[in-house]
């Protein structure tokens, strides 16, 4: 198992904008093995995440791995091609921003192209408002967008220890 630091709030790395990945890249294999094992590392030790984003270990390349349950699977080179428009409100949370939640707004579905390992074109449509939420935040991280940009409000930008509070008490964007 390859487990790498994951990058932290204030890192450029977090700021840049992904460079798509080519056909045959050699450092490829590697990159999708470290975030699948990076992931599966932050999930056994904090009990939450499903995906990842190369930027968030250091790499500007366009690569996620995700995990819904049925293990890790990489996506490569995403590209939204539909958003629904109507949308909806949650409190976002970030590996690269653990103790942080923010209130933003997202597609209630979208469409996403992308390739896997192999460069098989690969096509995930009209997806549920939780996947839609948690690809949105990982396409935004290879943009160099973090959640903090894309807050609703600025007093919506809390501790997580607060969540139970939030959920209740603070005022609705």
Do not use: Y
Not at 60 to 67: C, E
Not at 101 to 116: A, G, K, M, Y
């Amino acid at each position: 198992m390859t487990v790498t630091p994951i990058t932290l709030f204030g890192h450029p790395a977090l700021r840049s904008n992904a460079a798509p990945v080519v056909p045959g890249d050699p450092d490829l294999p590697a990159l999708v093995r470290d975030l699948s094992d990076t992931l599966a590392d932050f999930r056994q030790r904090t009990t939450w995440g499903r995906a990842i984003s190369a930027n968030q270990i250091g790499v500007a390349k366009r690569v996620i791995v995700m995990n819904l349950g049925a293990g890790p699977r990489a996506i490569i080179n995403p590209v939204i091609t539909w958003r629904a428009t109507d949308t909806f409100e949650l409190w976002d949370d970030c590996f690269s921003l653990p103790d942080v939640l923010v209130r933003v707004r997202r597609p209630t579905s979208i469409t996403v192209e992308f390739v896997d390992e192999h460069f098989t074109p690969q096509r995930l449509e009209h997806l549920d408002p939780s996947v839609t939420e948690l690809l949105a935040h990982e396409i935004d991280h290879l943009d160099g967008v973090l959640m903090l940009d894309r807050a609703t409000d600025p007093r919506l930008v809390i501790a997580r220890t607060m969540r139970d509070i939030a959920a209740t008490e603070l005022p609705a964007a």
